[in-house]
Nanobody, 121 residues
Framework: QVQLVESGGGLVQPGGSLRLSCAAS????????MGWYRQTPGKARDMVSI???????NYVDSVKGRFTISRDNAKNTVYLQMNSLKPEDTAVYYC???????????????WGQGTLVTISS
């Protein structure tokens, strides 16, 4: 009922930058939070950054000072600006959204399909 479409992944050299985008659409009444997670083969999916309306954004320690999350509420879109990228940032990045459905007011949680970010020289 809620779809997330991600874009912006790719291959970049160490020290470079990328900007990920994720747009939510569907039967949305409100969005409580949007965020980014990442996963490498054989490992769990870990939180990178989450943004809500009421709190300061959260970041995993390893990306603080390098990544910036932002949100366009009018477009139900979240962005992740990634600077000073390192090889250890290589992963599939997944968008996540939590909110309430327009039709039932039930809470939903949706995931994007994932976008591959590769940091390599």
């Amino acid at each position: 009922q809620v779809q997330l479409v991600e874009s912006g992944g790719g291959l970049v050299q160490p020290g470079g930058s990328l900007r990920l985008s994720c747009a939510a659409s569907g039967s949305i009444f409100s969005i409580i939070s949007m965020g980014w997670y990442r996963q490498t083969p054989g490992k769990a999916r870990d939180m990178v950054s989450i943004i809500t309306d009421s709190e300061n954004p959260n970041y995993v320690d390893s990306v603080k000072g390098r990544f910036t999350i932002s949100r366009d509420n009018a477009k139900n879109t979240v962005y992740l600006q990634m600077n000073s990228l390192k090889p250890e940032d290589t992963a599939v990045y997944y968008c996540n959204a939590r909110g309430r459905l327009r039709t039932t007011f039930n809470v939903f949680e949706s995931w994007g399909q994932g976008t591959l970010v590769t940091i390599s020289s």
